[in-house]
């Protein structure tokens, strides 16, 4: 079954804009560098939910050149003049991003990338993988699982998460260690960032592939799962279209969640 990520984000959204009006003006600061083609993909839609909450979205540019001091400088303003931020990955190379994370409240960290642990809301991209599971009445208790990648937006969250369930994965950085461990696993997440790592000479049939992976190849957002992939799979997240858009939709519900948390 290929997952309609993008139903699912709807439902959420309708959900939100009726909890969107108990509140007044909200405004979400966005701090980036000058992304790639999937960074202002993400971005775009971001801006796109916001203006159907009537939420205003305050985007800070750092050029390449930007340093930690004065990534932490607009971080500064946007605590002061925002209700919430959202730092988009990646940052320009000097910036060192661990201290920029580390600056944000939890109260106004909607995607949980700070102080780990301390996060006051879900992950969104851990959420909406447990949306899908849940859903598709998927048990993964007992399950082999493979997590590819350890990005602050994947791979960290997710292992995380279950280490909290107490349950037993294996994390894989490269093609070697898929090509070793995919073949037996029964549930697969995938955040590594490399267009088509997961091929289907490497999965068995009725595994799910959760892809989280994007990356852009050939002018397109592709994910890190083949899309033909998807034939041998019991359950599938496309790229575009699977957890993207559910992850966005549930950063807002988080940052709804933080307001309603502070009493604004």
Do not use: Y
């Amino acid at each position: 079954m290929i997952i309609d990520g993008k139903k699912i984000a709807e439902n959420i959204l309708q959900e939100l804009i009726a909890e969107r009006a108990q509140f007044g003006h909200l405004r979400l600061g966005v701090l980036m560098g000058l992304g790639d083609k999937a960074t202002e993909s993400f971005v775009r839609i971001k801006g796109r939910i916001a203006a159907e909450l009537t939420i205003e979205l305050m985007r800070k540019e750092l050029l390449p050149s930007a340093t930690t001091k004065e990534a932490l400088t607009e971080i500064k303003e946007l605590l002061r003049t925002t209700d919430g931020i959202i730092i988009q990955l990646p940052l320009p190379l000097g910036v060192n991003v661990e201290e920029v994370l580390q600056s944000l409240p939890p109260g106004q960290d909607p995607d949980a990338l700070g102080r780990e642990g301390k996060s006051l809301v879900t992950p969104p991209v851990v959420a909406a993988i447990q949306e899908i599971l849940k859903k598709e009445r998927v048990d993964i208790q007992g399950k082999r699982i493979l997590v590819a990648g350890q990005g602050r937006l994947v791979g960290i969250p997710v292992a995380v998460w279950l280490r909290q369930e107490h349950l037993s994965f294996v994390i894989v950085e490269d093609s070697l260690g898929m090509v070793k461990e995919a073949p037996s696993a029964d549930i697969i997440v995938l955040g590594t960032g490399s267009p088509g790592i997961l091929k289907p000479s490497m999965i068995k049939s009725g595994v799910v592939i959760l892809d989280a992976g994007t990356s852009e190849a050939s002018g397109k957002i592709v994910g890190d799962a083949d899309p033909s992939c998807a034939a041998k799979a019991a359950l599938f997240t496309p790229v575009p279209g699977g957890i993207g858009p559910i992850a966005v939709m549930i950063l807002f519900r988080n940052f709804l969640e933080l307001i309603k948390r502070k009493g604004i």
